[in-house]
Structures are given as C-alpha cells and as structure tokens.
C-alpha cells in the first residue's frame, strides 16, 4: 500500500530564505508526482508535476526533484516571500489516483 | 470564470441529517472526483467519476453517494451524517494531454456536523 510522507510538518522561516520541503513514498511503482500549494479556506493549485521519467521540473522560484528509485523528491523554494506562505502537499499517482501527502505547513514572516 | 464551482461552501448541520454537496466543472474534462481532508489537513480520494461512470471506490461508507447526472458534474449526497464526516470536502476535474494528467481542485465545501 502507497503511503507518502512529508517532512517537516510546518515550517516557519524569515523572508529571503532558500528552503526545502521533503516528500517520501513507500512504493516506487508511481506515474508522476505532483506539488501542490493549498491556501487557508481554498482548494489546491497545482505547482509541478514530474513525469516518472524525469529528474526534475522548475517553474520560476521552484524546483521539484525526483528519485524514484529511493521513493524521494523535494521542493526547493528559493529566495521565499511572505506570499509562499501555505501548506505544500505532494502527491503521487499509482494506477488511477493521486495518494496525497501529509502537507508542510510553511510561513514565510517579513 | 471559475473552472470547478462547489456549492454550499459551508454547511452545518446535525447528525443524522442527509445533505448535499454539489460539483460544476466548465472545462470539459471527463473525469471528476471527490476528496476529503480531515482536521490533520489528510487530503484523501473518495471517487472518481470518467464520463459519468464510477471508476474509484476508495472503501467509503454507503451513506455517500455519489451522482454525476452528466460528466460536468458531479455531486456528493450523504445520508445520516456523522460527527466524523466533518471534514473539507473537495472537488476536482482533470484531463490528460501527452499522456501528463492536471487536476484541478474546486475550493471546497467545508462542513460541520453537531
């Protein structure tokens, strides 16, 4: 059974830090994996997607990594903004559903 | 325009009420699902919907049920509501375009059960 795990489960951090936010699944048999950005009272917007096939996606300040084979990625936020601040789940598709991640709470203060 | 509208938005109710949650997608997509995240932020697939046909399961109880009355939407009616069906619930449509999947999250309906 695919379980994903992220750590830390929040994380508060001053304005202009590079940080990193971890995922790990337990089954490597995967399709993709996704980063999402949740907004407190909103829905999920998603962030970058890695195919199976691929290392790592980047999209502006964010960089998603992909290590299947030892069932890890990461999210490397550069230079972070007050408005990074929101909960970052990742989440792994196996067979025909997305198995959701515990989240990494982050706040990025002034 | 929003792509995926839930209504209500919030919803407190008693137990043992039946309520309903209903789900609109203007993107054409043909498949749609419901998630729950409980009060730990666990986001977790209930059903999925491909043109109007369950395709996922995910063991939940039979006092939901699930009704798609066409592949843009995709409602969640719950009988004998429990304490522990409070939770956030979301929609989601998505597509696939070279073979990559996008979902796209409505902004969930929060409820509350007394």
């Known amino acids: 059974k695919q379980e994903v795990t992220q750590i830390p489960a929040a994380l508060s951090v001053p304005e202009g830090e590079n940080l990193v936010l971890n995922c790990s699944f337990t089954d490597s048999a995967i399709y993709n994996l996704q980063w999402f950005r949740q907004d407190p009272g909103k829905g999920l917007t998603s962030l970058l997607l890695?195919?199976?096939?691929?290392r790592e996606q980047t999209s502006g300040r964010l960089n998603a990594s992909l290590d299947k084979s030892s069932g890890r990625s990461t999210l490397y936020i550069a230079a972070s903004q007050p408005g990074d601040s929101a909960t970052y789940l990742c989440?792994?598709?196996?067979?025909?559903?997305?198995?959701f991640g515990t989240g990494t709470r982050l706040q990025v203060f002034p | 325009d929003t792509a995926v509208s839930q209504t209500p938005k919030y919803l407190v109710t008693q137990m043992g009420n039946d309520k309903s949650i209903k789900c609109e997608q203007n993107l054409g997509h043909d498949t749609m699902y419901w998630y729950k995240q409980d009060s730990k932020k666990f986001l977790k697939i209930m059903f999925s919907?491909?043109?109007?046909?369950?395709?996922i399961n995910e063991t939940v109880p039979n006092r939901f049920s699930p009704k798609s009355p066409d592949k843009a939407h995709l409602n969640l009616h719950i009988n004998s509501l429990e304490l522990g069906d409070s939770a956030v619930y979301f929609c989601a449509s998505s597509n696939w375009t070279s073979g990559r999947e996008t979902q796209y999250f409505g902004p969930g309906t929060r409820l509350l059960v007394l």
């Open positions: 989440a792994v598709r196996a067979a025909d559903k997305l198995i």
């Open positions: 919907y491909n043109n109007k046909e369950l395709i």
């Open positions: 890695i195919q199976s096939s691929q």
